[in-house]
């Protein structure tokens, strides 16, 4: 139930509540779109010093277009009322996942981390300081994606920090705040530093850096205490990070890191250093992955509640598909439509978000605590003809960071380009008709078809490191656990006698053992996110038994554990964030095929027109891409609503495409003119047409956004691209 209505925004439900306002989840009734809609208390309207500190707010947070800084979309004044209109975005803050969970793992905290450096250091770069920084103005999606929220007492550089405060107030949180903030000395980006260094700190252990019992006594230990040793408190830690997080906490601003990402690529070479390296024939094992987010609990009616993520699938036999209409009658226009029009979607309930206010005093004359607005909403899905959907963001394409570091987890994106360039053109043997990056980012596998071949790249040093032999047959596909520990690789031959999935062991470059396949032309593989289970479309365009099923193979006792019966010939595979939902072209039919991948049951179908082919998610998991083979576009789909918002003209018969990890262009491999079109996601249009080598079957991007492989399946080529600006 809305709560009021406020000009031309519905107020579904209050997210947070702090000194600078309140923040809802809102419907903006005007621009057909959900919005994380903050209002400033009416008292303060006729406040002109109140007022000249929301203007700043404002332009500070609008000017910021670094990808892990929440957008603000409009401001102004309603009915003599402020308002700040702004993203509204799927996650939980730091603040609730350690009051959960308790410490975050040492590498995924120093990964988030990373990201929030990433959003400082631009914020600096344009003279603002953040002022703030603390668990819970850091927003985490499911995909590990960080947004730093409230930018709102952002303030320029070098003012003094008496200056610009609502009746003596001063903004801040003292369990964060620099030696310089109470001691009315200038204020620069160091201040941000030294929170940074607090979080991280407290990120490790779950304990800020010092808790004391009064102001007094906080104050006193920011200005004269060192911080304790994090590894005093967790064991596994390293204590070189202690000197990272000590260096970060320096009393003298001179002292500390000179930008926030310097402090987390300290705190990157220190894990590293701890880290062991165990040898192995192509590249070091990876890192196991992060644990991921705790998933929210969908429930399909009162008392109802769905078992856990990926479920061992019953065994089934394929049944005929029955095709059904669209639970909403979508179905897009033609190429270049743009925007699709369509009914405002109804109000969509949020989950508790578990915040809770820490460390936080408002003093006149004195300290104060900042604003706590957490921009966090789970959504619920209507109900259509399948479950309840939940968890997709509402946003749009943004970034995961993912530079591979030395231990092969990734640590920062690059900024790409809007124009690419080729770098290199590397022969690769014959027929190269796909190629998939580890998520490690270190190696990529090729598969050769008339060569019965896996050609391995080293990613670092663009070299050919090794071939591995596929006895079995001619590889067709190829795709990776979520560890990079194992490659599958799709095997199938012309007349469909030979269709295997072959499991590779990455650290020794042998074939560990095959399973074999129900479908007979096995597609492009993706691991769920746990690794547990394995998804394989059937390629095959003829109307077998066995045609239009995925087959769901277990990881653990490589047995095909069971079959979902999809709409005609599924191509292709993506997982949307989080995990909850699989994507799957269905290449004959004209559609997008959603699935529930608690129970493998359809949701949604969604029209897209001719040939659907390849697909891919982006980084925040707003957006599925599509590309049509023979319609020559890319149709871009909203995850939260299953709609069609843009189709985007590319080069002739576009086979696959990726985005770049910073969310801010998408590319698709154009088979038939040679080239790869390169599209601004801000804007949905085509920014550069790249040529490539002959015949471009595929595509794939480093987590650290600086290269894109190209294979050339016609010349036996892998074309490197510099995604980099």
């Given at each position: ?67 892990h ?26 603040r ?16 988030l ?13 344009d003279?603002?300081?953040?002022r703030?920084?603390k ?6 999606t ?10 709102g007492?952002?303030r320029?550089?070098?003012?003094r920090?008496t ?13 964060y ?5 109470f001691?009315?000395?200038d ?15 407290e990120c ?28 005093s ?11 990272v997080i ?18 987390t690529a300290a ?11 165990p ?14 987010l ?23 036999e394929s049944?005929?598909y ?16 743009g ?11 949020a ?10 005093l408002?003093l006149?004359g ?16 209507p109900?259509t ?7 997709n ?19 920062s ?11 290199a053109?590397?022969p ?5 008709s ?17 060569a019965d ?20 047959g001619?590889?067709?596909?190829v ?37 074999q ?8 593989s993706t ?29 653990s006792?490589?047995?095909v ?22 994507y799957?072209?269905?290449?004959m ?9 608690h ?5 949604k ?32 789909i909203?995850?939260?609503?299953d ?29 038939q ?6 599209i ?11 040529p490539?080598g ?8 480093l ?9 050339n ?13």
């Open positions: 139930m809305a709560l009021r209505q406020v000009g031309n925004y519905r107020l579904d439900r209050l997210l947070g509540v702090g000194g600078m306002g309140e923040v809802y989840q809102a419907y903006d009734t005007q621009r057909d779109r959900f919005v994380a809609l903050k209002l400033l208390p009416e008292v303060f309207s006729g406040d002109q010093e109140y007022l000249k500190r929301f203007q700043r707010e404002s332009h500070v947070a609008a000017r910021l277009r670094e990808p800084v929440i957008p603000i979309h409009d401001f102004g004044e309603i009915n003599g009322q402020l308002f700040i209109d702004m993203r509204l975005v799927d996650g939980a803050d730091i609730t996942m350690l009051d959960e969970k308790g410490p975050i793992a040492p590498q995924r905290a120093v990964n981390l990373g990201q929030v450096a990433q959003a400082l250091d631009a914020a600096h770069a003279q603002l300081v953040h703030d920084i668990p819970s103005n850091i927003l985490v499911a995909n590990d994606f960080v947004y730093v929220v409230d930018f007492i952002a320029p550089m070098g003012g920090q200056s610009l405060t609502i009746t003596g107030t001063t903004i801040g949180t003292l369990d705040m620099a030696p310089e903030r001691s009315g000395r204020v620069d980006g160091r201040a941000d530093i030294y929170s940074l260094a607090c979080l991280l700190h490790l252990t779950a304990q800020p850096p010092f808790e004391g019992k009064d102001l007094p006594s906080l104050m006193y230990a920011h200005l004269a205490t060192s911080p304790p040793a994090a590894s408190l967790i064991a596994s830690l390293p204590p070189a990070m202690d000197a000590a260096r970060g906490m320096a009393k003298d601003p001179a002292d500390r890191f000179p930008t926030a990402g310097a402090l705190a990157q070479e220190a894990l590293q250093a701890e880290a062991t390296s040898a192995v024939a192509l590249a070091a094992a990876p890192v196991p992955p992060a644990a991921p705790p998933q929210a609990t969908v429930v399909d009616r009162p008392g109802a509640v769905t078992p856990p993520l990926y479920p061992a699938p019953p065994v089934t049944v005929p029955t095709p059904r209409e669209s639970a909403n009658g979508d179905s897009p226009d033609g190429p270049g439509s925007l699709l029009q369509g009914d405002p979607p109804p109000s969509r309930p989950r508790e978000s578990g915040w809770r206010r820490r460390g936080m408002v006149t004195a300290v104060a605590a900042g604003v706590v607005i957490a921009l966090v909403v789970n959504f619920a899905r109900k003809s399948g479950p309840t959907k939940t968890g963001a509402a946003a749009t394409s943004s970034a995961p960071t993912g530079a591979p570091s030395k231990s092969g987890t990734p640590a994106v690059a900024a790409s380009a809007d124009v690419p360039t080729l770098a053109k590397i690769v043997g014959k027929t190269p796909y190629v998939q990056v580890a998520p490690n980012g270190k190696f990529a596998y090729i598969t050769n078809q008339n071949v896996v050609t391995v790249l080293n990613t670092s040093t663009r070299q050919i490191s090794g071939v591995i032999t596929i006895p079995q001619p590889p067709q596909f795709s990776f656990s979520p560890d990079s520990r194992t490659a599958y690789v799709s095997v199938y031959n012309n007349s469909d006698s030979v269709h295997l999935i072959v499991f590779i062991d990455t650290a020794t470059s042998t074939v560990k053992s095959t399973v396949a129900d479908n007979d032309r096995p597609g492009p691991a769920s996110p746990d690794g547990k289970y394995l998804y394989v479309p059937n390629h095959n365009m003829t109307m077998g038994a066995n045609a239009n099923v995925i087959d769901v193979i277990s990881t006792t490589k047995q554990s069971g079959h979902i019966a999809v709409p005609m010939n599924p191509h292709w595979l993506a997982f949307g964030a989080g995990g909850h939902y699989l799957s072209t269905d290449h039919s004209g559609e997008v095929t959603v699935l529930n991948a129970d493998n049951s359809i949701v179908e969604i029209q897209v027109g001719d040939s659907p082919h390849g697909e891919a998610i982006s980084p925040d998991g707003s957006r599925l891409a599509v590309t049509s083979f023979s319609g020559n576009v890319v149709s871009l909203d995850t939260a609503t709609k069609v918002i843009a189709k985007i003209p590319t080069g002739k018969n576009p086979q696959t495409d990726a985005y770049a990890p910073d969310g801010r262009h998408l590319y698709t491999a154009n088979n003119d040679n080239t790869v079109t390169v601004d996601t801000a804007h949905n249009k085509v920014t550069a047409e790249i490539t002959k015949a471009p079957s595929s595509i794939a991007v987590p650290n956004g600086k290269q894109a492989y190209v294979t399946e016609a010349d036996g080529t892998l074309d490197v691209l510099d995604l980099t600006q």
